[in-house]
């Protein structure tokens, strides 16, 4: 149980496009994800906290007009890379857990994103 | 001060030795410990939870010491396989609240 799916897991952009990466839950309904990035060799930062159905609440120094989250249903959150920048490529992982207390955080497969 | 503490390492460490890795944690409102190991370029991976009593789970013992505020994770007999980051995590529990380690890198040599 606690399946977090990630798609896609592999995007090249050119500079100032947009690119949308969407997290599901697949067995499970999640109120919350937490999206994630990750750059080589470097430890996990959280970027932002999606809660369905509201605004997303973003960590200091994550700009909320250029990471847009939905989180539209219990079982989708996306993330949009707007005018992505070379500076943007990094490992974006997704995570969710069940509303269970003591419950681990699952991770989606995670999104590697290179803006050329 | 860091939510969680965690000596990145590296830690290399030859076939069949025995090595522990210890987290701290400064929040002692703290509910809920586990490991999570994640492989070169992969997402983390839950290992397994960290219960008051201590678990083990084959080669791999978790142990939460709540007086010192800290976590350890012992893998005994290393496999070439068990190298990989391994990231402690913990949850308040409140508002659903993960923080994590900056994780500690082992790479078992043969």
């Known amino acids: 149980g606690a399946v977090v799916s990630q798609h896609p897991s592999r995007v090249i952009c050119k500079s100032g496009t947009s690119v949308k990466i969407e997290c599901r839950s697949l067995?499970?309904?999640?109120?919350?994800m937490f999206w994630y990035r990750q750059f080589p060799k470097q430890s996990l930062m959280l970027m932002a906290t999606?809660?369905?159905?509201?605004?997303?609440?973003?960590e200091q120094g994550v700009e909320k007009d250029k990471f847009l989250i939905n989180h539209a249903s219990l079982t989708l959150s996306t993330l949009t890379v707007t005018s992505a920048h070379p500076e943007d490529s990094s490992f974006y992982i997704c995570?969710?857990?069940?509303?269970?207390?003591?419950?681990?955080?699952?991770f989606g497969n995670g999104t590697r994103l290179t803006v050329t | 001060r860091k939510e969680v503490e965690q000596d990145p390492g590296p830690f290399n460490v030859p076939e069949g030795a025995t090595v522990a890795f210890n987290c701290t944690y400064s929040?002692?409102?703290?509910?809920?410990f586990f490991w999570y190991r994640q492989d070169c370029r992969k997402e983390p991976k839950l290992l397994m939870s960290?219960?008051?009593s201590g678990n083990e789970d084959g080669r791999f013992t978790a142990q939460l010491n709540r007086a010192s505020q800290y976590i350890s994770l012992l893998i005994r007999d290393s496999k070439l396989s068990d190298s990989a980051t391994y990231l402690c995590?913990?949850?308040?529990?409140?508002?659903?609240?993960?923080?994590f380690g900056t994780g500690t890198s082992l790479t078992v040599i043969p």
């Open positions: 995570s969710a857990s069940l509303h269970i207390r003591n419950s681990p955080l699952h």
């Open positions: 929040n002692s409102a703290s509910q809920s």
């Open positions: 995590a913990v949850n308040l529990n409140t508002g659903n609240q993960f923080y």
């Open positions: 960290v219960y008051s």
């Open positions: 067995d499970f309904q999640a109120t919350t």
């Open positions: 999606s809660n369905e159905g509201s605004k997303a609440t973003y």
